[in-house]
Antibody, heavy 121, light 112 residues
Framework: QVQLVESGGGVVPPGGSLRLSCAAS????????IHWVRQAPGKGLEWVAI?????????YYADSVRGRFTISRDNAKNTVYLQMNSLRAEDTAVYYC?????????????WGLGTLVTVSS | DTVMTQSPLSLPVTPGEPASMSCRSS???????????VNWYLQKPGKSPQLLIF???NRASGVPDRFSGSGSGTDFTLKISRVEAEDVGIYYC?????????FGGGTKVEIK
């Protein structure tokens, strides 16, 4: 079955860096784009970034993270990464990786369980 | 960016009764292919979101038929024909027509 497992979360001081990983299994990884979506404590969902199947320049970011976060993938390891630099308190959230579906409209069709990032001194 | 606005914020429901919630987009989500690029998700308490409806009205695999989606280019509705206790949680709409992907603020469904 489709599985997405995030790791790498933790507590980091403002201005610090963290790299999240998303390990995928149960599907042909190279066919799919992968999103990162975050959820601040008690808040709604906020889209962060997407990398398409071939890790080309075809990546998109939310304005709130562009220039600070970098999404990438290693197709040999079935893993997507989110490198987060210059972290701010407002980046505190559960970070989910999620699969971009292949059906028409490309909805986000599977989500991981998430990893918590806390930016605090 | 496309702003997604959901209402109501909170929806108390009675098991066995119908429920309805709304999502409005600031721009048309009608693709040139005729499909409406809006999806609906349910996030149950303490869980990850799960896909309910895609392309405005198509139920995802395994979703009970008591859930239905409809709408025009900018106004969308999610209906539950007969609410069950397991339907509690926060419902989000999401537009996937253009980047950045955007979500509505959510409608919280709880049992009366």
């Amino acid at each position: 079955q489709v599985q997405l497992v995030e790791s790498g979360g933790g507590v980091v001081p403002p201005g610090g860096s963290l790299r999240l990983s998303c390990a995928a299994s149960g599907f042909t990884f190279t066919d799919y784009g992968i999103h990162w979506v975050r959820q601040a404590p008690g808040k709604g969902l906020e889209w962060v970034a997407i990398v398409f199947y071939d890790d080309s320049s075809n990546k998109y970011y939310a304005d709130s993270v562009r220039g600070r976060f970098t999404i990438s993938r290693d197709n040999a390891k079935n893993t997507v990464y989110l490198q987060m630099n210059s972290l701010r308190a407002e980046d505190t959230a559960v970070y989910y990786c999620a699969r971009r579906g292949l059906m028409e409209g490309h909805p986000v069709d599977y989500w991981g369980l998430g990893t918590l990032v806390t930016v605090s001194s | 960016d496309t702003v997604m606005t959901q209402s109501p914020l909170s929806l108390p429901v009675t098991p066995g009764e119908p429920a309805s919630m709304s999502c409005r987009s600031s721009q048309s989500l009608l693709h040139s292919n005729g499909y409406k690029y809006v999806n609906w998700y349910l996030q149950k308490p303490g869980k990850s979101p799960q896909l309910l409806i895609f392309l405005g009205s198509n139920r995802a695999s395994g979703v009970p038929d008591r859930f239905s989606g409809s709408g025009s280019g900018t106004d969308f509705t999610l209906k539950i024909s007969r609410v069950e206790a397991e339907d509690v949680g926060i419902y989000y709409c999401m537009q996937a027509l253009q980047f950045p992907v955007t979500f509505g603020g959510g409608t919280k469904v709880e049992i009366k």
